[in-house]
């Protein structure tokens, strides 16, 4: 015999809410479930199957996942539960979430789609090679002043790119930044800033980054990234935070009154505009740093020219190439030509081009 108990979910939704710890369990149960040997129906999302773990955050777990057709090796991101059974989180990420999937840049990170599968989201995105900046800064210290700026100007690029879709990154910091190999920069985790309210480990790993007025729990906008980035440029190159953990301020409120290091002092011969460029980016209040990246990129250009730091790729437009091969009989050959044809034309309406090329066995 058996008794089953039934549980409505706005019941299950109370439960959360008094006792927290349950939405971990949740994830737990789900990393369990994702974690077993056999690649089954268990580890499918939507056309996606998940094969490995590579690593978890605060915010969410990351696998490696392959499409189950294609064959394409992507990153399966899984957001979760203290974030996504967060209102005000689900909220924001909702109204967001098809911006951010649409992005096409190259320090932006591809969002191929979103899936809404156990009570959380799975990003399903462009599978990365490298390492992130954090990882990067944790081995070497001090960059090299022009990598270091190469960083700053592709990270400005993308974040303009960004806010011009009216997206704001909110916890830019050197682990969302990854460098991949030929040290393209791709700003990676939009969306997934935790609130002050969900009281998320993330929000205290970020907060060295975060600006005032984020601390402080007022508005924020475009002018909040570039201070993030401000205290990147400062970790890079001085090989500290200009804040460490231990002289963090115990009140908030102290936050705003606090004196931004002059990082001359800790690296002579550091060139005028890049410490301009800390010192405006970091300045506490947002109406005099810089107002939007592409200001903050157009200070760092001479810099850029300097050291020898131009990027062919036009900003926004990448070129990709996919490859299909079709197996067929020849007796089928002319409805393969119907079907090319078809394939091309709703190819054209996306601006793209098919080319095909006929191989004949050796």
Known sequence: DLELWGLTRASFDAICADHPEMKGFLTSLLIDRFSTNRHSEKRKIGKYLITDLMEESSNSVAYKGVHRTLNLPVTIKMIRHELSLEREFEKNFQKEARTFVRFMHENVIQIYSMEDRFRTVFLIMERLEGESLKSLIQRWKKL???????????ACNGLDYAHRQGIVHRTINPANLFISPGDRLKIIDFGLAPTRENKSPGLFE??????????????????????????????????ARPFPEDEQP????????REFPDSAKKVPGLPELLRRFIQKACDRRPENRFQNARQARKHLQPLVEDYGLQRQNRPGEIEKIATLSLL???????????????????????????????????
């Not at 030509?337 to 066995?361: H, R």
């Open 144 to 154: 090299p002043l022009p990598r270091a700026v190469d960083f700053l100007a592709q």
């Open 250 to 257: 115990s009140s908030e409120k102290s936050i705003p009154n």
């Open 328 to 362: 067929y009989q020849e007796k089928d050959q002319l409805a393969v030509n119907e079907l090319m044809e078809e394939f091309s034309m709703k190819v054209k309406k996306l601006n793209a081009d098919v080319k095909a090329v006929d191989i004949k066995d050796a």
């Open 206 to 239: 970020t907060s060295p980054y975060l600006a005032p007025e984020q601390l402080a729990g007022e508005n924020t906008d475009q002018r909040t990234d570039l201070y993030s980035l401000g205290i990147i440029a400062y970790e890079m190159i001085t090989g």
